[in-house]
């Protein structure tokens, strides 16, 4: 069974750390592009990282741009979401996602992903 299972969510005070998690199981992450998305209530879906297979370069919104790192553990087969300094918007559901893509990641959206996790909650919040 192919999924992808994120961890890692919670509330913390703003200016605080989270590391969120995305296992993928059924399937290698090898050759896939991953993404990290995030939904508050009443928003759109919206990209916040992601990190293309072919030569591992990533690309941030810029929201969090120099606050949000994600990266990806091979043998493992996990990639990570380091979020740090954060703000009380950027409380959302994060969702994990994961697909082969021809081109550099930062080109495609969230619909254009097939491989989703079930989403884990951030709240940011004193």
């Known amino acids: 069974q192919v999924q992808l299972v994120e961890s890692g969510g919670g509330l913390v005070q703003p200016g605080g750390s989270l590391r969120l998690s995305c296992a993928a199981s059924?399937?290698?992450?090898?050759?896939?592009?991953i993404a990290w998305f995030r939904q508050a209530p009443g928003k759109e879906r919206e990209g916040v990282s992601c990190i293309s297979s072919h030569d591992g370069s990533t690309y941030s919104a810029d929201s969090v741009k120099g606050r949000f790192t994600i990266s990806r553990d091979s043998a493992k087969n996990t990639a990570y979401l380091q979020m740090n300094s954060l703000k009380p918007e950027d409380t959302a559901v994060y969702y994990c996602?994961?697909?082969?893509?021809?081109?550099?990641?930062?080109?495609?959206?969230?619909?254009?992903?097939?491989?989703w996790g079930q989403g884990t909650q951030v709240t940011v919040s004193s």
């Open positions: 996602a994961a697909e082969r893509l021809a081109l550099s990641c930062r080109y495609y959206k969230h619909y254009e992903y097939g491989i």
């Open positions: 059924g399937f290698s992450l090898e050759g896939y592009a």
